[in-house]
Antibody
Framework: EVQLVVSGGDLVQPGGSLRLSCAAS????????MHWVRQAPGKGLVWVSR????????SYADSVKGRFTISRDNAKNTLYLQMNSLTAEDTAVYYC??????????WGQGTLVTVSA | QSALTQPASVSGSPGQSITISCTGS?????????VSWFQQHPGKAPKRVIY???KRPSGVSNRFSGSKSGNTASLTISGLQAEDEADYYC??????????FGTGTNVAVL
């Protein structure tokens, strides 16, 4: 069974940092692109970032470029999102999802990041 | 990276067909056949119902169909059922090597 388990969400102060993890199982993680997508409370989906299976090729939404870093460890079947210089606008549920390379069928359950003083 | 434009809400009676539009530009929807549609029920992760404009993932009902004309993509749900009541989002690959979602459409089954 395919599973993506997202963790790391928390309450953080403005300007702070947080690292999210997405642990994958049940499929060949190293063969898939991976995406991060977020959703602010009561709002729509927003694409954040993606990384190719080569662990090197990445792209970001303008709203997070220079502040967020996506990475992956294929040996550990885990995707990461390092988030720095957080603002209230980053408050959202963060999902990881597989890609081929477009976002496809497997999504994590999401983790809530709240940025507030 | 402006969000693709969708109607805020669409409604229909059981058994009817509805269509949701998704308007972008030549840099996203119009430039690539990489348009997907996602269904999201409250409190749940999204589920892909259409990819590459008009392809259905395995297990998705054939009541869902997709199309594209110019810079506008469309999702049609035929034979509307109560379980189709949800939020729907389109998504497209862009010329900036990024992705963009639509503003989202709430589908109500009357």
């Amino acid at each position: 069974e395919v599973q993506l388990v997202v963790s790391g969400g928390d309450l953080v102060q403005p300007g702070g940092s947080l690292r999210l993890s997405c642990a994958a199982s049940g499929f060949t993680f190293s063969s898939y692109w991976m995406h991060w997508v977020r959703q602010a409370p009561g709002k729509g989906l927003v694409w954040v970032s993606r990384i190719k299976f080569d662990e090197i090729t990445t792209s970001y939404a303008d709203s997070v470029k220079g502040r967020f870093t996506i990475s992956r460890d294929n040996a550990k079947n885990t995707l990461y999102l390092q988030m720095n210089s957080l603002t209230a606008e980053d408050t959202a549920v963060y999902y990881c999802a597989t890609g081929s390379p477009t976002i496809d069928d497997y999504w994590g359950q999401g983790t809530l990041v709240t940025v507030s003083a | 990276q402006s969000a693709l434009t969708q109607p805020a809400s669409v409604s229909g009676s059981p058994g009817q067909s509805i269509t949701i539009s998704c308007t972008g530009s030549s840099s996203d929807v119009g430039g690539y056949n990489y348009v997907s549609w996602f269904q999201q029920h409250p409190g749940k992760a999204p589920k892909r119902v259409i990819y590459d404009v008009n392809k259905r993932p395995s297990g998705v009902s054939n009541r869902f169909s997709g199309s594209k004309s110019g810079n506008t993509a469309s999702l049609t749900i035929s034979g509307l059922q109560a379980e189709d009541e949800a939020d729907y989002y389109c998504s497209s690959y862009t010329s900036s090597y990024t992705y963009v979602f639509g503003t989202g459409t709430n589908v109500a089954v009357l």
